[in-house]
């Protein structure tokens, strides 16, 4: 899975990497940054994570993609 952080979108809410810190994390100005850019689909927890991030985010700032 392919994890993207739309900088420009970031509006550094910070709720990505306080409920999923294992996938991302503080990045300058407080915006979110992924830990993996690209997430193995064995790797069922970073992927939960990954989602976690995703879905916590308010302003639609993060993609994750099937590769
Ligand atoms: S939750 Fe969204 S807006 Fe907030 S830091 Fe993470 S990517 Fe940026």
Do not use: N, Q, W
């Not at 994390?25 to 193995?40: I, T």
């Amino acid at each position: 899975m392919k994890v993207v952080v739309d900088r420009e979108k970031c509006k550094a809410h910070g709720r990505c990497y306080t409920f999923a810190p294992d996938a991302f994390e503080r990045g300058p100005k407080g915006k979110g940054v992924a830990r993996h850019a690209h997430v193995s689909d064995d790797d069922a927890d970073l992927l939960g994570a990954a989602e976690t991030g995703f879905m916590m985010c308010p302003v639609g700032a993060i993609s994750v993609d099937e590769e």
